[in-house]
């Protein structure tokens, strides 16, 4: 059984759904990187100051961020989970995602987290920068359009009145600014299998990492 798995692709693709999943089905724990990077957002956003390289740097220093077996996220020692889900709180954690300072502090951090092995971990760079030698690699993704269409319909069955153009747009110009930046952009890596999900059912999906963890 693969120990270590790596599961990367862009905004909406359903990485932390089918990661969450496997995790229970194996045993691992999961841990979602992105969570991370939205909880620096979250603080930045909160200063009330106006943001720069240097303000994302500062609140980054001495942040605390911990996610428990529950996939409960506490910043600073307080509970953000559903704080850091905002679009705000996703555009903010795409910006500070972009920092030199903020990858290296976070990668540290994730790279300590997947130590002991049995760790299903989702991101944008895990496979090509913070677990360059995991078991497996996946990169998963599906089309802009069905990303889209998930993400609506999530808020729907929320009760969020949300708009499937805007968040169409808001997809496209986080995977564009996610693969664009210039430290440890969204990539496939070498090794990693692609999973295109645009017409596979979670279960499907699912059942394929298994599948591939288990050689
Ligand atoms: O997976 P997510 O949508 O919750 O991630 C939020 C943002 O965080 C995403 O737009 C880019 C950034 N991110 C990153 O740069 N590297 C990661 N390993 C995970 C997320």
Do not use: H
Request: hydrophobic share 40%; proline share 2%.
């Amino acid at each position: 059984m693969k120990k270590i798995i790596a599961v990367d692709g862009p905004a909406g693709a359903g990485k932390s759904t089918v990661s969450k999943i496997c995790a229970t089905k194996l045993g691992y724990t999961y841990i979602d990187t992105g969570a991370m990077y939205r909880a620096v957002g979250l603080k930045v956003l909160s200063s009330g100051k106006s943001v720069d390289e240097d303000l994302i740097i500062e609140m980054t220093r001495d942040i605390k961020i911990e996610l428990d077996e529950a996939a409960r996220v506490f910043l600073d020692g307080r509970e953000v989970t559903k704080e850091i889900r905002t679009p705000e709180v996703s555009r903010a954690a795409s910006d500070v995602a972009k920092v030199g300072f903020v990858r290296q502090k976070l990668t540290e951090l994730q790279r300590q987290m997947a130590v002991r092995g049995s760790v299903i971990m989702d991101g944008r760079d895990i496979g090509t920068q913070v677990l360059p030698n995991a078991d497996l690699k996946i990169f998963l993704t599906a089309s802009v359009s069905e990303r889209a269409r998930r993400r609506f319909e999530e808020l729907k069955q929320k009760g969020v009145a949300a708009n499937l153009a805007t968040i169409e747009k808001e997809i496209t110009a986080r995977d564009k600014q996610d693969s664009e930046r210039e430290i440890a952009p969204l990539a496939q890596a070498e090794d990693a299998v692609l999973l295109d999900s645009t017409t596979m059912t979670i279960d499907e999906v699912v059942a394929e990492i298994l599948r591939l963890a288990k050689d």
